[in-house]
């Protein structure tokens, strides 16, 4: 007596209900706001058109936002996935202590984001740890802490998330360079190809499904960057990203609900392309190998 | 043989130095911690500072920290739980029947599990004023009760069980529901625990949802108290980073008792494809 079709869905329905009033409603529901001028107080919702969109292309909070976001992602995503690479090198054979440089390098990780943008608000401040080990190196810090300038804010809270992140992608590696049979490395040491040459000819380019995945799971959480925002900064000092803009005008003073989910929608297109772009040009380039 | 050594040492002096900068801002927040109450945070004051739990008796004495750790130990293992059966029976329907309505049930969970949640932040406070689940323990609850990555992980665990194990159940005379929950549970146990981890520290560290669909302190949970505290005129560094670690200390017990479970979670994402 297997499961009959009304059994097996009964099964799915908490997926079924779930997907649907948490995940397909809101998402057609935002879709369509972002067409009206509908706000918490307002009386009435009209229907605008292309109104908000075009209204967030001349708006330059939200142009700022966006330019903001893209620094963002631009700037930590090859650096976080280049040191990640060079940490799960290091740490890629057996060695003593390995574990726990292992454990160590991911620690930040599965720390949450509220308690270590909390702890680096503290270590970037005037008189910090921060600004002290950069007078030591001969840099001077901006007068009032690296978070109080907008020239630093941005740069600083991006070098605390490629921090905070560069362990749990070095795990994703790890289990990459795992995978790799050894013997494609004793084949080639016996051809007489060095080192660096195996690197190259071997270990890269076998990584580039592994290294796919982390570009393309990395950009889509960068681009919603928020938290850290929120805490450090509120979003002063040229740090604004697109989220917090998104929730600056929706959920808070006006509540502009269609103007905001108007820009959730912009952002949503924006990660789709730049997802799907890695995708095919990691692709073609396989191709090529 | 000695350049053997060298390189051996540099690689060491490399890995150390890589592990102090990943782990001295974490200590640094312990420190700050024990500091006394108002003292001065400087190098100078560090090295003969003087060390109290005054921070976290007055958390627990005259701050609301008891009920923040509360709601969020009672959100978290509410919606792990969730996860372990939901996920559970949603992942096995999909893995062992191929009706058409289960076939695109599967192409919903891989669209959500691509979809990014910025989209729903908007469409959701609005859901959970109108329905009247804003502020309450539901609009941290409710959403989160079953994943996509969860089912995704789970459904491909079970794929690897031999339905022959549900045969020989069946010809024994067990009924759907026993199979199901006495014999195909119990052997997916390794999935489960690598889910109910990943979705209890996912629950644990959350701020945005959390943030944007409670308002009042009973409800409050320790990630949005901690972000709100600081809100404050001048801050005070030192019972912010007690609160801090009092939010880190779980995660960290149960990272040291789980790690294994917690490496083959994020790595089977990856070695999938």
């Known amino acids: 007596m297997k499961w009959s079709k009304a059994g097996a869905l009964a099964?799915?329905?908490?997926?079924?209900?779930?997907?649907?009033?948490?995940w397909l409603f809101p998402i057609i529901y935002s879709f369509i706001i972002g067409f009206t001028d509908q706000q918490l107080l307002a009386a009435d919702t009209q229907w605008v058109g292309f109104d908000n969109y075009r209204a967030l292309l001349s708006d330059p909070d939200f142009l700022k936002s966006l330019k903001n976001t893209f620094i963002f992602v631009l700037g930590t995503i090859p650096l976080t996935t280049v040191i990640a690479l060079g940490m799960a090198l290091l740490?890629?054979?057996?060695?003593?202590?390995?574990?726990?440089?292992?454990?160590?390098?991911?620690?930040?990780?599965?720390?949450?984001?509220?308690?270590?943008?909390?702890?680096?608000?503290?270590?970037?401040?005037?008189?910090?740890?921060?600004?002290?080990?950069s007078e030591m190196i001969g840099l001077s810090p901006p007068e009032h802490g690296f978070l109080y300038s907008g020239e630093t804010a941005l740069f600083s809270i991006m070098a605390m998330d490629v921090w905070m992140a560069v362990g749990y992608y070095m795990l994703i590696f790890l289990a990459g360079l795992k995978s790799i049979p050894r013997?494609?490395?004793?084949?080639?040491?016996?051809?007489?190809?060095?080192?660096?040459?195996?690197?190259?000819?071997?270990?890269?380019?076998?990584?580039?499904?592994?290294?796919?995945?982390?570009?393309?799971?990395?950009?889509?959480?960068?681009?919603?960057?928020?938290?850290?925002?929120?805490?450090m900064t509120k979003g002063k000092f040229e740090t604004s990203t697109m989220v917090y803009f998104i929730y600056e005008t929706g959920l808070t003073t006006k509540f502009e609900f269609g103007y905001a989910s108007a820009a959730a929608y912009v952002l949503f297109v924006i990660i789709g392309v730049f997802a799907l772009a890695q995708f095919l040009l990691f692709r073609r380039k396989q191709v090529a190998w | 043989m000695v350049t053997r050594i060298m390189s051996k040492s540099v690689k060491y002096l490399l890995l150390i130095a890589l592990l102090v900068i990943m782990v001295a801002p974490l200590l640094w927040m312990f420190v700050v911690s024990l500091a006394v109450p108002g003292s001065s945070l400087g190098i100078s004051s560090f090295l003969d500072m003087e060390f109290t739990l005054q921070n976290y008796t007055d958390l627990f004495r005259t701050g609301n920290i008891g009920r923040f750790l509360f709601n969020s130990a009672f959100v978290g293992l509410t919606v792990t739980l969730g996860n372990i059966l939901f996920c559970f029976m949603v992942a096995y329907t999909l893995a062992r029947y191929r009706y058409i309505i289960n076939k695109l049930l599967f192409i919903t969970?891989?669209?959500i599990l691509m979809i990014p949640a910025h989209i729903i932040i908007i469409p959701l406070y609005v859901l959970m004023v109108k329905t009247g689940m804003y502020d309450t323990y539901w609009?941290?609850?409710?959403?989160?009760?079953?994943?996509?990555?969860?089912?995704?992980?789970?459904?491909?665990?079970?794929?690897?069980?031999?339905?022959?194990?549900?045969?020989?159940?069946?010809?024994?005379?067990?009924?759907?529901?026993?199979?199901?929950?006495?014999?195909?549970?119990?052997?997916?146990?390794?999935?489960?625990?690598?889910?109910?981890?990943?979705v209890f520290f996912t629950n644990w560290n959350a701020f945005l949802f959390p943030f944007i669909l409670t308002q009042s302190e009973q409800i409050r949970v320790l990630?949005?108290?901690?972000?709100?505290?600081?809100?404050?005129?001048?801050?005070?560094?030192?019972?912010?980073?007690?609160?801090?670690?009092?939010?880190?200390?779980?995660v960290l017990i149960l990272f040291v008792i789980?790690?294994?479970?917690?490496?083959?979670?994020i790595t089977s994402g990856a070695i999938k494809q």
């Open chain 1, 11 to 22: 099964l799915a329905l908490p997926w079924l209900l779930t997907f649907g009033i948490f």
């Open chain 2, 139 to 198: 609009a941290l609850i409710l959403p989160w009760l079953v994943n996509p990555i969860g089912i995704f992980l789970v459904k491909q665990y079970i794929e690897t069980i031999p339905p022959s194990m549900e045969e020989a159940a069946r010809i024994d005379g067990a009924g759907e529901m026993r199979i199901l929950f006495r014999v195909i549970m119990p052997l997916c146990k390794p999935a489960l625990a690598v889910l109910a981890i990943q």
């Open chain 1, 183 to 231: 013997e494609l490395y004793e084949s080639a040491e016996i051809n007489g190809a060095g080192k660096i040459r195996q690197f190259f000819s071997i270990t890269l380019p076998l990584l580039k499904p592994v290294a796919l995945f982390i570009l393309v799971v990395n950009s889509i959480k960068s681009f919603q960057v928020f938290v850290e925002i929120f805490v």
């Open chain 1, 91 to 133: 740490i890629d054979k057996q060695f003593p202590g390995r574990g726990l440089f292992r454990s160590g390098f991911f620690l930040p990780s599965i720390t949450s984001m509220v308690v270590i943008a909390l702890i680096f608000t503290n270590l970037y401040q005037r008189g910090g740890y921060i600004a002290l080990l």
């Open chain 2, 109 to 111: 969970v891989i669209l």
């Open chain 2, 258 to 265: 789980m790690q294994r479970h917690i490496v083959s979670g």
């Open chain 2, 223 to 250: 990630p949005v108290a901690l972000a709100l505290y600081q809100g404050h005129q001048a801050i005070d560094w030192q019972h912010l980073m007690a609160g801090s670690t009092i939010a880190v200390i779980p």
